[in-house]
C-alpha cells in the first residue's frame, strides 16, 4: 500500500509540473500576441493624413506647430516639450477665445511671444494673453501707431513690467530644441506690414518659416539668406503683394500654410499666389477650408493634420 501511496503522489507531481510548463509557454504566447497588436494599432494611429480623421500619436520632444483658424488673421502656436511660444494673436475679438483654448491645452506660460506688426489681425487679441498667461520675452519691430488696439497692448506689457525687445536681422534664440533666425524686420510706419517681422525656426532636419505680412519687398532683401523651408506659412493671407517667384524658387518649400477667412473682402488668397503654389505642387492647407492645421514632427517625418477648434471670434 506504501509503495503504491508513494508512486501515486510521483504521478501527480509530475503531471502537475507539465500542467505548469504548458501554462507558462501559453502565457509567453498570449503576450507576444498582445504585443503584436499593440504594435500594429501604434503603426496605424501613427499614420498621416490631412482630412483630421485619424489621431496622430506624438511624444513629448516632438515639436507642434498650430496654424489656428482665427478669421482673417494670424495666430500660431508653436510648442516644443514644456515651451510654449506665440506668433501673432489674431485679431480684438479673438482674444478671449484663444484664451480659453490655450488654458484647455494646459498653457500656463508663453516663454516666447511674437507680435510680427502692429496690424489689429495680428495683434488684436495679444492683450488678452498678456494678461491671462505669464509671459517671458515679448518680440515687436520698433514701429508704433496710434490705435486703441496697439495701445491695449502696450497697456497690458506695462501693467506686468514687461519690457519689449526689438529684434535685428541676423539675431538668433532658442525655444527648447528649436533654433530661430529672425530673417527680416523694419521700421516702415508707412506701410507697417513691411515691418513685418520674419523667422526662420529649425528642428532636427526640418525648417520652416513664419512671414507675417512681409511683402515682395522684404522678400528681396531675403534672397541672399539660408531661407531653405520644408514649411512656409504664406505671406499677407496669401495676398499677391507677397511670395514673389524668386522667393518662393529660394524657399522651395513641400508645403504652404495660408491663413484667411472664407469670403473675406480682401479676396485672399489671390489667385495669382494659388497659381505659384500650384504649379511647383506645393501642397497647400488652407485655414478658411481646413479649420486649424496642425504639424507634428520629430525633425524629420512631418506630419499634418486638420483640426476644429473654438478660436475664431
Known amino acids: 500500500m506504501k509503495r503504491r501511496n508513494k508512486s501515486s503522489k510521483r504521478i501527480n507531481i509530475i503531471i502537475s509540473i507539465i500542467i ?33 480623421n485619424t489621431v496622430i500619436t506624438e511624444t513629448t520632444t516632438d515639436l507642434k506647430i498650430y496654424f489656428l483658424d482665427v478669421g482673417q488673421a494670424d495666430s500660431i502656436l508653436i510648442q516644443n516639450g514644456e515651451k510654449n511660444m506665440l506668433i501673432d494673436a489674431g485679431n480684438n475679438k479673438d482674444g478671449q477665445k484663444l484664451v ?17 506688426h502692429p496690424h489689429e489681425d495680428h495683434i488684436g487679441g495679444l492683450d488678452d494673453i498678456i494678461n491671462h498667461f505669464e509671459i517671458g520675452s515679448i518680440y515687436m519691430p520698433k514701429v ?18 514687461l519690457k519689449v525687445k526689438t529684434p535685428m536681422i541676423g539675431d538668433n534664440f532658442k525655444l527648447g530644441e528649436c533654433d530661430f533666425t ?83 473682402n480682401y479676396e485672399h488668397p489671390h489667385k495669382e499666389t494659388l497659381a505659384k503654389l500650384k504649379n ?16 507634428i514632427t520629430d ?4 506630419k499634418i493634420q486638420s483640426i476644429k477648434t473654438d478660436t475664431n471670434g
Open 20 to 52: 505548469l510548463i504548458i501554462t507558462g509557454i501559453a502565457g509567453i504566447t498570449l503576450k507576444q500576441g498582445t504585443n503584436e497588436t499593440s504594435k500594429q494599432k501604434q503603426n496605424k494611429q501613427s499614420e498621416n493624413t490631412a482630412t483630421g
Open 144 to 161: 508704433s501707431t496710434t490705435t486703441v488696439t496697439f495701445e491695449d497692448v502696450l497697456d497690458a506689457i506695462s501693467n506686468k513690467n
Open 299 to 302: 525633425g524629420e517625418e512631418i
Open 182 to 264: 529672425i530673417l527680416s524686420t523694419g521700421t516702415n510706419v508707412d506701410n507697417l506690414n513691411e515691418a513685418s517681422i520674419v523667422l526662420k525656426m529649425k528642428f532636427g532636419e526640418r525648417a520652416f518659416i513664419f512671414t507675417g505680412d512681409a511683402t515682395e519687398k522684404n522678400e528681396k532683401e531675403m534672397l541672399e539668406m539660408d531661407i531653405q523651408a520644408d514649411v512656409l506659412k504664406v505671406g499677407h493671407h496669401g495676398s499677391k503683394t507677397s511670395t514673389s517667384e524668386e522667393f518662393l524658387e529660394k524657399v522651395n518649400p513641400t508645403y504652404a500654410i495660408i491663413s484667411s477667412e472664407k469670403g473675406n
Open 280 to 295: 511647383k505642387s506645393i501642397t497647400i492647407y488652407r485655414t478658411d477650408e481646413n479649420g486649424t492645421i496642425l504639424i
Open 100 to 116: 480659453n483654448y490655450f488654458k484647455s491645452l494646459g498653457i500656463n506660460k508663453f516663454d516666447i511671444i511674437v507680435g510680427t
